[in-house]
């Protein structure tokens, strides 16, 4: 059975391109556990290690399965009020989504990945220098239809959603195990979703499957770590680090 799941795994990828995915898979496993806002910097990093596509079709596979040890540790945690507000507008944006991403290339594909994620740092700073104070968030059902939509869209074109739900978890001013549980929750059913349409659109495939789930432990061990960091590590300069490189994995992409 093992050989099978050898001879299934793509002959083309370099050493490279296989330690960025191992990469990716770690810092998945942090991202949903621990670090939301490291996802960021795996998007225009395997971006610019792979095609566009092929990009976003590999991971989103590490995430779902990063988003199963997350609901396994925090599915205490999770306000359904906020899921159920954020999923009909989050279906709309994956629909959307998924007509603009069957009608560009991979070339045209790469910087608009890394606009997106340009977009969602400047909102995460923001989010960073604003919502800290006392500045009112707005709470109306728009707020949740809006950034609900825009979650679904990101999500669907780039995996790229995080920022946005950190903006929206943070305005409701969740305590930190309901925040990571509320998440938690909402991407898996998002992420699990997306896979068959993925696969639809030709960004999944045997042998992508196959390379992402022999990273299963490092998905594992990297949920460990951010269970250990949400716990015992203060964030602040991790987030600078993890911001500065992902604004520069993005501009990458745009040139």
């Keep these: 059975m093992f050989s099978n799941l050898i001879d299934l795994l793509p002959q083309d990828f370099s050493s490279t391109q296989w330690l960025i995915l191992c990469l990716a898979a770690i810092c998945a496993g942090i991202n949903k556990t621990g670090v939301p806002g490291i996802g960021i910097v795996v998007v225009p990093l395997m971006a ?9 079709g590999l991971l989103l596979p590490l995430l779902a399965m990063a988003d199963l040890f997350a609901v396994g540790y925090y599915h205490r945690h999770a306000k359904w009020s906020h899921i159920i507000k954020l999923l009909p507008p989050a279906l709309l944006g994956i629909t959307a989504g998924s007509f603009i991403i069957r009608r560009i290339s991979d070339f045209q594909l ?19 220098r604003k919502l800290g104070s006392d500045l009112e ?15 679904g869209l990101t999500t669907q074109l780039a995996n790229a959603a995080g920022p946005i739900m950190i903006i929206y978890l943070l305005a409701m001013r969740l305590p930190k195990f309901e925040f990571i549980g509320t998440g938690a929750w909402y991407f898996l059913i998002l992420n699990w979703l997306k896979i068959p349409i993925f696969a639809s659109e030709g960004r999944i495939d045997i042998h992508s499957v196959c390379a992402d789930v022999i990273m299963l432990p490092l998905i594992a061990m990297g949920a460990g770590l951010g269970i250990l960091i949400l716990r015992k590590m203060p964030q602040k300069t991790f987030t600078i680090v993890v911001q500065i490189l992902a604004a520069a994995a993005a501009i990458k992409l745009l040139f």
Excluded at 110 to 128: H, S
Excluded at 137 to 151: C, D, E, R
């Design 48 to 56: 610019a290690f792979f095609p566009a596509k092929t990009s976003t």
């Design 110 to 128: 790469a910087p608009a990945i890394g606009i997106i994620v340009l977009v969602m740092l400047v909102l995460n700073y923001i989010r960073q």
């Design 137 to 151: 968030v707005p709470k109306h059902w728009l707020f949740a239809v809006i950034m609900g939509f825009f979650a």
